[in-house]
């Protein structure tokens, strides 16, 4: 019997328009990300989803719920921090452009794209893919003894480890990963 996690990032936020580091700052949906989560909404609408995930934070909620108005079978949503957008620290709130005319393109790129280098008070991404793969351990655990299908509506940053993880491929490539804000990622599992 085959289970389903349907993966996908929240729409597009205010923050991201802008060209600013979230991080766990709150920066709702634009128009546009509103959009975004009603196509992932109408590309999920025939599939079944038992249980949903989602962060604190209002974008992965909202986009979540529009997601959920076609599923009124999903009786669960959970919230885990642990697949929560990376912690940009010091960063969070600056825009992109400002770190790099401050601060140089190449210091911009250590703390934006590195593997293991955080930004000041932050986290790198191998802290993120730490979280998330203990998130994604207990998750497969839930869905083989439930078997049921799985939503999650994550972020940027936590679906690269995510995804590195379902589709078997490596550091390199997960840090040069663009997680598109109207697309959603399925991965089977036989429970």
């Not at 909620?61 to 010091?90: Q, S």
Request: aromatic share 12%.
């Amino acid at each position: 019997m085959k289970r389903y996690i349907y993966l996908f990032r929240h729409g597009q936020s205010f923050y991201n328009k802008s060209g600013r580091f979230t991080g766990h700052i709150n920066s709702g949906l634009t128009e546009r990300g509103k959009r975004d989560a009603k196509k992932i909404a109408i590309v999920l609408k025939n599939e079944k989803i038992d249980v949903a995930y989602q962060t604190k934070l209002s974008r992965s909620k909202d986009t979540l719920r529009a997601v959920l108005k076609f599923h009124p079978e999903c009786k669960k949503i959970k919230e885990d921090n642990r697949m929560i957008e990376r912690d940009y620290g010091k960063l969070s709130g600056k825009y992109h452009k400002t770190i790099i005319i401050e601060l140089g393109k190449e210091q911009y790129d250590i703390w934006h794209r590195s593997y293991d280098v955080a930004p000041p008070k932050g986290e790198s991404m191998k802290m993120v893919e730490v979280r998330v793969n203990a998130f994604i351990k207990d998750l497969l655990k839930f869905v083989k003894k439930n078997k049921v299908n799985v939503a999650i509506s994550a972020h940027g940053n936590s679906m690269r480890p995510f995804r590195r993880y379902f589709e078997k491929f490596g550091i390199e490539k997960m840090l040069k990963l663009e997680n598109p804000y109207d697309k959603c990622f399925r991965y089977s599992l036989d429970v």
